[in-house]
């Protein structure tokens, strides 16, 4: 079986350790952990307002799947759900349902410990592909994947996505499906020039990229160079889209507080033009949750929909 067919296993794992050691900076959503005592930080000299920006090695070693998703995906958090769930959520269904954004493949890059993103794009291509640069980030996905004891509930989720397709499906239906489309589980590094290195894949027909460059990249520099990146994963026409926090400058969990690349929608606009990319949509949502007030100062939620052009 070539590397293009590999699925889940330990394969997910293991193909990248060697490469992705050494790298400086890799793909992940908005990441925070719980445990951070002795974790490693170099400093981002680039960085306007000097946070610390963490190391790759970190996230990879550190990260607790488990403490993101129950801090920053709990649903019973109506406000917060709003903001970071429903808000982009709504317009990725929208955009798909308007027929343009669909085709064989969707790459997620940066997925987290999360599917929600995917449950949507599933109705509207032939397969869908997420992933993450830490690795138990993707075990987490092949938990429910597989629907292992412990798995994340992300029944709310899949509600909501029903409710706001109009109900065509059930939340049964919806999950086997995702279940049946989501054959590959990838690392990934948005900092090398194909992000999927060493796999070569052919040119997909959208990638998502929810809640994970402006971690990933150090500077706007960075940022941008890794929007050139993904533009060669996707077809001349083919669709990006990205959804960023705005005015965001880190977050924290437990007492460890961790850098993010403060974004505004001056700059996401001339980074993704700079990029080879036309904007096709922008929502913008201003932020209406306090509960988190200690975790992240982040003023507002960004979404974008952008086309490839060369």
């Given amino acids: 079986m070539g590397e293009e067919e590999q699925v889940l296993g330990p394969w997910i794992y293991n193909a990248h350790k060697a490469a992705s050691a050494s790298s400086p900076a890799a793909c992940s959503c908005h990441e925070p952990r719980n445990s951070f005592q002795q974790a490693a930080f170099i400093q981002a000299e ?4 000097m946070c610390d920006f963490a190391d790759a090695e970190v996230y990879q070693q550190q990260f607790d799947p488990r403490a993101y998703l129950e801090t920053f995906y709990n649903f019973s958090a109506t406000d917060l759900m709003n903001d970071i769930v429903k808000f982009p959520l709504t317009h990725l269904v929208k955009a798909f349902s308007a027929g343009d954004v669909k085709g064989d493949i969707c790459l997620e890059l940066g997925s987290g410990p999360c599917i929600h993103y995917l449950l949507s794009a599933c109705d509207f291509f032939k397969e869908v592909i997420a992933s993450d640069c830490v690795d138990s980030c993707l075990r987490e996905i092949e938990k429910w994947l597989k629907k292992e004891q412990g798995a994340y509930d992300w029944n709310p989720a899949v509600r909501l996505i029903c409710e706001l397709e109009g109900g065509r499906e059930t939340c049964d239906e919806k999950e086997e499906k995702l279940r049946r489309k989501l054959k590959r589980l990838l690392k990934c590094d948005v900092t090398k020039r194909n992000p999927l ?19 990933a990249c150090k500077d706007q520099t960075a940022y941008i160079s890794a929007l050139k990146n993904i533009n060669t994963l996707l077809k001349p026409g083919g669709h990006l889209v990205v959804v960023e926090t705005l005015n965001e400058s880190s977050y924290t969990v437990g ?3 961790l850098f993010v690349q403060n974004m505004s929608e001056e700059f996401l606009r001339k980074a993704i033009s700079e990029a080879g990319f036309a904007l096709e949509k922008l929502e913008r949502l201003q932020r209406a949750d306090n509960s988190l007030q200690n975790h992240t100062d982040y003023e507002g939620t960004i979404f974008i929909v952008a086309r490839k052009l060369r």
Avoid: R
């Fill in 255 to 257: 007492q460890t507080t």
């Fill in 46 to 49: 680039t960085c306007d307002t």
């Fill in 197 to 215: 290195e060493p796999l070569v894949l052919p040119q997909v027909d959208c990638v998502l990229v929810p809640f994970c460059l402006q971690v």
